[in-house]
Protein backbone atom coordinates (compact mmCIF):
# COMPACT_ATOMS: atom_id res chain seq x y z
CA UNK A 1 0.00 0.00 0.00
CA UNK A 2 1.17 3.31 -0.72
CA UNK A 3 0.23 5.69 2.26
CA UNK A 4 0.90 8.80 4.19
CA UNK A 5 0.07 9.27 7.34
CA UNK A 6 -0.36 12.27 9.92
CA UNK A 7 -1.39 11.01 13.22
CA UNK A 8 -1.58 14.39 14.79
CA UNK A 9 -5.63 15.53 13.81
CA UNK A 10 -5.17 19.17 15.69
CA UNK A 11 -2.10 20.60 17.86
CA UNK A 12 -2.19 24.73 19.61
CA UNK A 13 0.66 26.03 21.21
CA UNK A 14 1.29 29.51 22.49
CA UNK A 15 3.08 31.61 20.22
CA UNK A 16 7.29 30.95 20.34
CA UNK A 17 6.96 27.61 21.04
CA UNK A 18 8.27 25.16 19.41
CA UNK A 19 5.91 22.56 17.39
CA UNK A 20 6.93 19.36 15.24
CA UNK A 21 4.35 17.87 12.75
CA UNK A 22 4.83 14.33 12.01
CA UNK A 23 4.18 12.36 9.38
CA UNK A 24 4.89 9.06 8.02
CA UNK A 25 4.63 7.01 4.77
CA UNK A 26 4.22 3.66 3.31
CA UNK A 27 5.51 2.56 0.16
CA UNK A 28 8.00 -0.44 -1.50
CA UNK A 29 9.18 1.94 -3.82
CA UNK A 30 12.74 3.26 -4.21
CA UNK A 31 12.08 6.57 -6.16
CA UNK A 32 9.39 8.69 -4.37
CA UNK A 33 9.17 12.27 -3.66
CA UNK A 34 7.67 14.07 -0.01
CA UNK A 35 5.78 17.39 -0.19
CA UNK A 36 4.54 19.68 2.47
CA UNK A 37 1.71 22.35 1.55
CA UNK A 38 0.25 24.75 3.87
CA UNK A 39 -3.43 25.39 3.68
CA UNK A 40 -4.13 29.48 5.61
CA UNK A 41 -7.75 29.93 6.41
CA UNK A 42 -8.09 31.33 3.06
CA UNK A 43 -8.27 27.72 1.50
CA UNK A 44 -5.49 28.38 -1.03
CA UNK A 45 -2.76 25.08 -1.02
CA UNK A 46 0.58 26.90 -0.88
CA UNK A 47 3.54 24.55 -1.30
CA UNK A 48 6.01 24.61 1.10
CA UNK A 49 9.04 21.81 0.01
CA UNK A 50 9.98 18.72 -1.88
CA UNK A 51 12.21 16.03 -1.01
CA UNK A 52 13.31 13.17 -2.95
CA UNK A 53 13.94 9.48 -1.55
CA UNK A 54 17.80 9.89 -2.15
CA UNK A 55 18.28 12.51 -0.15
CA UNK A 56 18.24 12.61 3.61
CA UNK A 57 19.50 15.42 4.75
CA UNK A 58 17.48 17.81 6.20
CA UNK A 59 16.52 21.51 5.03
CA UNK A 60 16.28 24.67 7.23
CA UNK A 61 14.52 27.58 5.81
CA UNK A 62 14.33 30.26 7.97
CA UNK A 63 12.31 28.97 11.09
CA UNK A 64 10.95 25.82 9.16
CA UNK A 65 12.71 22.70 9.16
CA UNK A 66 12.25 19.22 8.11
CA UNK A 67 13.31 16.09 9.09
CA UNK A 68 13.57 13.11 6.33
CA UNK A 69 14.42 9.59 7.68
CA UNK A 70 13.85 6.68 5.79
CA UNK A 71 14.78 4.49 8.20
CA UNK A 72 11.37 5.05 10.12
CA UNK A 73 9.76 6.29 6.71
CA UNK A 74 9.18 9.63 8.43
CA UNK A 75 9.74 13.17 7.25
CA UNK A 76 8.47 15.44 10.19
CA UNK A 77 7.87 19.05 9.75
CA UNK A 78 9.24 21.37 12.96
CA UNK A 79 8.57 25.43 13.54
CA UNK A 80 11.01 26.94 15.47
CA UNK A 81 9.02 30.19 17.42
CA UNK A 82 5.93 30.04 16.01
CA UNK A 83 3.86 32.73 14.98
CA UNK A 84 0.11 33.27 14.55
CA UNK A 85 0.68 33.89 10.97
CA UNK A 86 1.67 30.07 11.74
CA UNK A 87 -1.92 29.00 11.91
CA UNK A 88 -2.76 26.63 9.28
CA UNK A 89 -3.59 22.98 8.24
CA UNK A 90 -0.74 21.35 7.01
CA UNK A 91 -0.33 18.50 4.93
CA UNK A 92 2.31 16.13 4.07
CA UNK A 93 2.09 14.02 0.06
CA UNK A 94 3.71 11.69 -1.55
CA UNK A 95 4.13 11.10 -5.07
CA UNK A 96 5.14 7.44 -5.71
CA UNK A 97 6.85 6.22 -9.14
CA UNK A 98 3.66 3.63 -8.96
CA UNK A 99 0.30 4.55 -8.69
CA UNK A 100 0.29 6.81 -11.37
CA UNK A 101 2.22 9.07 -9.55
CA UNK A 102 -0.25 10.85 -8.31
CA UNK A 103 -0.20 13.19 -5.13
CA UNK A 104 -1.53 10.68 -2.03
CA UNK A 105 -1.88 12.80 0.90
CA UNK A 106 -2.39 12.76 4.53
CA UNK A 107 -5.48 14.10 6.39
CA UNK A 108 -3.83 17.11 7.94
CA UNK A 109 -2.77 18.68 10.95
CA UNK A 110 -4.33 21.90 12.20
CA UNK A 111 -2.03 23.79 13.70
CA UNK A 112 -3.27 26.80 16.23
CA UNK A 113 -1.13 29.13 17.22
CA UNK A 114 -2.12 31.52 20.10
CA UNK A 115 -1.10 34.56 21.03
CA UNK B 1 2.41 34.83 -14.15
CA UNK B 2 -1.55 34.19 -13.62
CA UNK B 3 -1.87 30.75 -11.98
CA UNK B 4 -4.36 27.97 -11.64
CA UNK B 5 -7.55 29.43 -12.24
CA UNK B 6 -10.64 28.05 -11.01
CA UNK B 7 -14.44 29.36 -11.62
CA UNK B 8 -17.11 29.89 -9.77
CA UNK B 9 -15.33 30.08 -5.88
CA UNK B 10 -18.53 29.76 -4.84
CA UNK B 11 -21.38 27.18 -5.94
CA UNK B 12 -24.92 26.55 -3.91
CA UNK B 13 -27.16 24.61 -5.61
CA UNK B 14 -29.90 22.27 -5.24
CA UNK B 15 -30.11 18.76 -5.31
CA UNK B 16 -30.71 17.36 -8.80
CA UNK B 17 -29.31 19.92 -10.54
CA UNK B 18 -25.99 19.69 -13.07
CA UNK B 19 -23.29 21.68 -11.45
CA UNK B 20 -20.07 22.08 -13.36
CA UNK B 21 -16.76 23.41 -12.14
CA UNK B 22 -13.57 24.70 -14.35
CA UNK B 23 -10.18 24.90 -14.36
CA UNK B 24 -7.67 26.68 -16.13
CA UNK B 25 -3.97 25.40 -15.89
CA UNK B 26 -0.70 27.19 -15.44
CA UNK B 27 0.53 27.87 -19.37
CA UNK B 28 2.94 24.58 -20.24
CA UNK B 29 1.77 22.41 -17.64
CA UNK B 30 1.10 19.06 -19.37
CA UNK B 31 -0.65 17.50 -15.97
CA UNK B 32 -4.17 18.44 -14.42
CA UNK B 33 -5.74 17.18 -11.63
CA UNK B 34 -8.56 17.46 -9.99
CA UNK B 35 -9.38 16.92 -5.57
CA UNK B 36 -11.83 17.02 -3.56
CA UNK B 37 -11.73 18.16 -0.07
CA UNK B 38 -14.05 17.10 3.45
CA UNK B 39 -13.83 17.06 6.49
CA UNK B 40 -14.50 13.29 6.81
CA UNK B 41 -12.23 12.05 3.47
CA UNK B 42 -9.68 14.84 3.41
CA UNK B 43 -8.12 15.35 0.27
CA UNK B 44 -9.02 12.91 -2.15
CA UNK B 45 -7.88 12.63 -5.56
CA UNK B 46 -10.88 12.42 -8.32
CA UNK B 47 -8.88 12.14 -11.61
CA UNK B 48 -5.51 12.93 -13.35
CA UNK B 49 -4.78 13.90 -16.81
CA UNK B 50 -1.44 14.04 -18.54
CA UNK B 51 -1.39 15.91 -22.11
CA UNK B 52 -5.26 16.06 -21.88
CA UNK B 53 -5.66 12.19 -21.79
CA UNK B 54 -6.86 10.33 -18.25
CA UNK B 55 -4.74 8.40 -16.75
CA UNK B 56 -6.29 7.80 -13.16
CA UNK B 57 -10.21 8.37 -12.52
CA UNK B 58 -10.20 5.70 -9.98
CA UNK B 59 -11.19 8.34 -7.42
CA UNK B 60 -13.77 9.48 -9.55
CA UNK B 61 -16.91 8.28 -6.97
CA UNK B 62 -19.65 7.39 -9.43
CA UNK B 63 -21.52 7.74 -12.34
CA UNK B 64 -22.46 10.83 -11.45
CA UNK B 65 -19.33 12.61 -11.80
CA UNK B 66 -17.67 13.45 -15.08
CA UNK B 67 -14.14 15.04 -16.02
CA UNK B 68 -13.10 16.30 -19.29
CA UNK B 69 -10.02 18.09 -20.90
CA UNK B 70 -10.97 19.26 -24.15
CA UNK B 71 -7.38 21.13 -24.92
CA UNK B 72 -4.20 22.20 -22.79
CA UNK B 73 -5.57 25.05 -21.12
CA UNK B 74 -9.01 23.74 -20.01
CA UNK B 75 -10.42 21.26 -17.87
CA UNK B 76 -14.56 20.84 -16.30
CA UNK B 77 -15.83 18.63 -13.77
CA UNK B 78 -19.12 17.72 -14.28
CA UNK B 79 -21.75 16.26 -11.37
CA UNK B 80 -25.12 15.50 -12.87
CA UNK B 81 -27.72 15.34 -10.99
CA UNK B 82 -26.07 16.67 -7.83
CA UNK B 83 -26.54 15.08 -3.93
CA UNK B 84 -25.80 17.23 -1.13
CA UNK B 85 -23.01 14.38 -0.04
CA UNK B 86 -21.00 16.26 -3.07
CA UNK B 87 -21.05 19.23 -0.69
CA UNK B 88 -16.95 19.48 -0.85
CA UNK B 89 -14.17 22.17 -1.78
CA UNK B 90 -12.92 21.20 -5.12
CA UNK B 91 -9.54 21.90 -5.92
CA UNK B 92 -7.26 21.65 -9.09
CA UNK B 93 -4.17 21.48 -9.71
CA UNK B 94 -1.20 21.34 -12.36
CA UNK B 95 2.39 20.23 -13.09
CA UNK B 96 4.95 20.84 -15.63
CA UNK B 97 4.37 17.66 -16.37
CA UNK B 98 3.46 13.90 -14.83
CA UNK B 99 7.25 13.51 -13.74
CA UNK B 100 7.09 12.19 -9.58
CA UNK B 101 9.53 15.03 -8.86
CA UNK B 102 7.34 17.61 -10.28
CA UNK B 103 5.39 19.73 -7.45
CA UNK B 104 1.94 20.28 -8.16
CA UNK B 105 0.34 24.44 -8.11
CA UNK B 106 -3.09 24.51 -7.00
CA UNK B 107 -5.99 27.06 -7.77
CA UNK B 108 -8.18 28.57 -4.74
CA UNK B 109 -10.95 25.67 -5.01
CA UNK B 110 -14.84 25.86 -5.93
CA UNK B 111 -16.53 25.58 -2.33
CA UNK B 112 -19.74 23.65 -3.37
CA UNK B 113 -23.19 23.38 -1.50
CA UNK B 114 -25.55 20.86 -2.40
CA UNK B 115 -28.94 21.44 -0.78
Known amino acids: AQKVTQAQTEISVVEKEDVTLDCVYE???????LFWYKQPPSGELVFLIRRNSFDEQNEISGRYSWNFQKSTSSFNFTITASQVVDSAVYFC????????????FGQGTRLTINP | DAGVIQSPRHEVTEMGQEVTLRCKPI?????LFWYRQTMMRGLELLIYFNNNVPIDDSGMPEDRFSAKMPNASFSTLKIQPSEPRDSAVYFCASSPGGRVVEKLFFGSGTQLSVL
Open chain 1, 27 to 33: TRDTTYY
Open chain 2, 27 to 31: SGHNS
Open chain 1, 93 to 104: AARFLQGAQKLV
